[in-house]
C-alpha cells in the first residue's frame, strides 16, 4: 500500500475518532455547561449590541426580519407582524405586504417617544402598480414617510394644513434607503435617497401623535393607503445624523447592524453557531443511544392516528411549513384546508388538514403543527376538529398540567392528551392533541380573543374566574405524575428535532418553573363549594352553542355543583332568555 493511499484511508478514520472524542466529551459535560451558560452568554451578547446601538449611536429602535420571533434590537420588545411574508432582501429576509389592510408590522415605540431631534432610516422596495403607498405614517398628525401620488413624502403640519418634504420617486423595484432627519423646534425635515438629499421642508410644524408606530400602513383606523412591497430594515435615532454617518448609509447592501455593531454581532453569531453544534453533535450521539431506537415506541400505549396524505398533499404541507416558518405566521396564501383521509380507530374517515396558527402567529420548532376537521360522521379522540402539536411547540407538559388543575378545581377545560402520530404509515412522533371545537378558543383565551384583554401567559386551558386555589406542592405532585407518565416518552422520540438530553433538561427546567405559576395557596379561607362556584365560567354552561358569543340554542345551566351544593340560575334579560336557559 502507498503512502499516499495510506494517507487517504486515515483521514476519514481520524475525523471519525475526533468526532467521537468530542461526543464523549460533550455527554459528560453538565447541563450548565452545554444548555444553562450558552443561553446566558447569547442574551449578554445581545445586551452588549443594544448598549452599543443605544449608548455609542443614540438608536432608539433597530428592527430587521432576519431572526425570528422578530424583536428590537435595542429594546429586546417584540414586534407584532401581521398579515406579512417572508421575501427575499438585499441581506437576508425582508418583510413581504402584499397592498391589502391586514397586513401591517406594528413596532415597541410610539411617535411621541420620538426625540425633538431624530433620524429614520428605512430599507424599502416598493412596486411600481401603485402611486399611494403607506409606508411609516400616522394620519393623527399627519406624520410620517408614505408614497403620495408618486412622490415620496414625509408629512408633517397639521391634519388641516399638511405640508410635505416631497420629489418624485423612481426607486421602484429595488432596494432603496430612504432616510429622513427632522427638528421639532426649527421645523427642518430633510429628505435623503441613498444618501444623496431629495427634498427639505422648512419651519414645519411637526406633531408626533400618541400613535403606536406601523409599518405596511398608517394607524388602525385608518387603513387608505396599504403598502405593496418589502421593509428589510427600520432603525429610529435619537438624533440627527451627520452627513459623513448619511453617506456611509447611502448603500443599501451594507445591513445597518454590522455597519453599527460589527464587533458585538460577530461574537453575537459565534455563539449561536457554537451552540447551535453542540446541539448537533448531541443530536449525533442520540443515533447510537439505544433508548431512542424506533422499536422503543411500541413500549408505549398511546391512541395511534393516520394522516394519510397525497404527493401533492406532501408538498404543500413542506413549502407551507418553510414560508409560515420564515414569516413567523401562517400566512395566507398557504393556510387553506386539504381534504385528505385519515385512520383513528381502525375506521377510516374523510377531513379537512390545515397547518396551525394565525395572521400574527406559528408555532415555532422544526415540526409542523395541525388542525384537523372530520367531516360528519368521523370524531376523533371525542371531537370533530383537533390541533396536533410537537411537544417542542406545545410547550412540552404545561397544557397537560393546565387541564389537570383544572380537573382538579372542578373548572371548564380542553380535552387533550398525546398520541402517537402517523403520516403515510411512517411515525411522525408523540404529538400533543387537544379539542379546537369551540372556535379554536380554549377557555382561559376566551377574554383575550372576545374582550381584548391581554393573553394569559399560563392558564391559558382552564376557565379561572380567580387565580386557582392550589398549593405548589399540589402542583409539583400533579407534575411529578406527568413527567412520570410521559417524560421517557418524549425523551425517547427520535423523530424530535431536539437531542435527549436537551430535552430532559428542559423538562427539569419546567418542573423549577412550578413555584412561578399564578395561583392562590390559601385556600381554606373559602369553602369548597364557593371554589367550585368561582370555577364555574360560560364555558361550562355553553351545551351545544359553539362559543360564550355566539349563543344559538339552549344553555346547559347545572342545577348542583359536583359536591351536591344546589344552584339556583336567574336572567338579567328575561325577554331574551329565561332562567333555565332557554332562548325566548
Known amino acids: ?37 450558552p443561553e446566558q452568554k447569547i442574551k449578554k451578547a445581545r445586551e452588549k449590541i443594544a448598549r452599543a446601538l443605544s449608548e455609542k449611536h443614540g438608536l432608539k429602535l433597530l428592527f430587521n426580519a432576519n431572526e425570528l420571533p422578530a424583536t428590537d434590537w435595542v429594546t429586546g420588545l417584540p414586534i407584532i407582524l401581521a398579515g406579512t411574508s417572508a421575501g427575499e432582501g438585499m441581506n437576508g429576509t425582508a418583510l413581504q405586504f402584499d397592498g391589502r389592510r391586514r397586513a401591517f408590522t406594528e413596532l415597541p415605540a410610539k411617535w411621541s417617544d420620538v426625540a425633538d431631534e431624530f433620524t429614520l432610516a428605512l430599507l424599502v422596495n416598493l412596486e411600481s402598480n401603485t402611486e399611494d403607498q403607506e409606508i411609516l405614517f400616522s394620519y393623527l398628525g399627519p406624520v410620517g414617510l408614505k408614497l403620495d401620488r408618486g412622490n415620496m413624502s414625509f408629512f408633517a403640519g397639521t391634519r388641516n394644513d399638511p405640508v410635505a418634504a416631497a420629489y418624485p420617486y423612481t426607486g421602484f423595484d429595488k432596494f432603496v434607503r430612504i432616510i429622513v432627519t427632522g427638528n421639532l423646534r426649527t421645523g427642518t425635515i430633510q429628505l435623503y435617497e441613498n444618501g444623496i438629499l431629495k427634498a427639505e421642508l422648512q419651519n414645519a410644524t411637526i406633531n408626533f401623535p400618541e400613535a403606536q408606530m406601523v409599518l405596511g400602513q398608517s394607524d388602525h383606523r385608518h387603513m387608505d393607503n396599504p403598502m405593496k412591497g418589502m421593509i428589510e430594515e427600520t432603525a429610529v435615532w435619537q438624533r440627527i445624523l451627520s452627513p459623513e454617518e448619511i453617506e456611509k448609509l447611502s448603500d443599501p447592501g451594507q445591513p445597518l447592524l454590522k455597519m453599527l455593531a460589527s464587533k458585538y454581532v460577530s461574537g453575537y453569531r459565534r455563539i449561536v453557531l457554537r451552540r447551535a453544534l453542540v446541539d448537533r453533535v448531541l443530536k449525533f450521539v442520540d443515533c447510537f ?35 409560515c416558518a420564515k414569516s413567523g ?16 380507530q381502525n375506521n377510516t374517515y374523510e377531513g379537512y388538514l390545515r397547518l396551525d396558527g394565525s395572521d400574527s402567529r406559528y408555532p415555532s420548532g422544526g415540526r409542523r403543527s395541525y388542525i384537523l376537521e372530520a367531516t360528519s360522521p368521523g370524531k376523533v379522540f371525542g371531537s370533530t376538529r383537533i390541533r396536533l402539536m410537537p411537544p417542542e411547540s406545545a410547550g412540552w407538559l404545561t397544557p397537560l398540567l393546565e387541564t389537570r388543575v383544572a380537573k382538579e378545581l372542578g373548572s371548564a377545560t380542553v380535552s387533550n392528551g398525546v398520541c402517537r402520530l402517523m403520516i403515510n404509515g411512517k411515525l411522525a412522533g408523540f404529538y400533543y392533541y387537544e379539542n379546537h371545537e369551540k372556535l379554536g378558543v380554549p377557555p382561559g383565551e376566551d377574554s383575550a380573543i372576545f374582550h381584548a384583554n391581554p393573553p394569559k401567559e399560563y392558564w391559558k386551558r382552564a376557565a379561572f374566574e380567580e387565580l386557582p386555589q392550589i398549593s405548589v406542592d399540589k402542583l409539583n405532585s400533579i407534575y411529578d405524575e406527568l413527567l412520570q407518565n410521559y417524560g421517557r ?56 352553542n359553539p362559543s360564550p358569543k355566539f349563543i344559538i340554542t339552549r344553555l346547559q345551566l347545572p342545577d348542583k355543583l359536583s359536591d351536591g351544593t344546589p344552584i339556583t340560575s336567574t336572567s338579567s334579560k328575561t325577554n331574551l332568555m329565561t332562567s333555565t336557559g332557554d332562548l325566548k
Open 329 to 344: 405566521r401562517r400566512v395566507d396564501s398557504v393556510a387553506r384546508s386539504r381534504r385528505i383521509f385519515f385512520v383513528y
Open 489 to 544: 416518552l418524549f425523551i425517547h422520540d427520535h423523530i424530535s428535532p431536539l437531542n435527549a438530553r436537551k430535552i430532559n433538561y428542559l423538562l427539569e427546567r419546567q418542573r423549577k418553573e412550578i413555584a412561578e405559576l399564578p395561583r392562590d395557596e390559601v385556600a381554606s379561607q373559602k369553602s369548597k363549594s364557593e371554589i367550585l362556584l368561582s370555577n364555574i365560567s360560560a364555558f361550562d354552561l355553553l351545551g351545544n
Open 1 to 37: 500500500m502507498t503512502k499516499k493511499r495510506r494517507y487517504i484511508l486515515a483521514c476519514p478514520l481520524l475525523i471519525l475518532a475526533i468526532g467521537a472524542l468530542t461526543s464523549l466529551l460533550l455527554v459528560h459535560r453538565s447541563d450548565q455547561l452545554l444548555f444553562e451558560r
Open 289 to 323: 443511544n439505544p433508548t431512542r431506537s424506533p422499536w422503543r415506541f411500541q413500549r408505549y400505549k398511546l391512541e395511534e392516528l393516520h394522516l394519510n396524505l397525497s404527493a401533492a398533499d406532501k408538498r404543500f404541507f413542506g413549502s407551507a411549513h418553510h414560508l
